[in-house]
């Protein structure tokens, strides 16, 4: 499967984005898609995911973030609200058929990713 993700760009604190992951060579509903954020210097940071599992929020983004999927599309979108500086990242997406529900949050998981799109939050 492959994975392409779009939406990134330059907004101010407290501002929207809504980006999007669109999966090729599959059918969506055969995977957990997951969103991922890596900062400079850091490991990748679980943002939200939706699948088979159900949905789940990473911590620092819960309330202020909202992952959907549309089948027929196949893509899978996340609507960010309340945007702050420190969401300023490169946000990825990934795909796994086999993810268990305890496991989604970490990237180890995830054997396919589609390149990153970039987040920049002003103050």
């Known amino acids: 499967v492959q994975l392409q993700a779009s939406g990134g760009g330059l907004v101010q604190a407290g501002g929207s984005l809504r980006l999007s992951c669109e999966v090729s060579?599959?059918?969506?509903?055969?995977?957990?898609i997951t969103w991922f954020r890596q900062f400079v210097g850091n490991e990748r940071e679980f943002v939200a995911g939706?699948?088979?599992?159900?949905?789940l929020y990473g911590d620092s983004v819960k309330g202020r973030v909202t992952i959907s999927r549309d089948n027929a599309k196949n893509t899978v979108d996340l609507q960010m609200n309340s945007l702050k500086p420190e969401d300023t990242a490169v946000y990825y997406c990934?795909?796994?058929?086999?993810?268990?529900?305890?496991?989604?949050?970490?990237?180890?998981?995830?054997?396919?990713w589609g390149q990153g799109t970039q987040v920049t939050v002003s103050s």
């Open positions: 990934a795909a796994s058929a086999r993810v268990i529900s305890s496991s989604r949050r970490s990237q180890e998981s995830y054997d396919n």
């Open positions: 060579g599959g059918t969506l509903r055969s995977y957990t």
């Open positions: 939706i699948g088979r599992h159900g949905t």
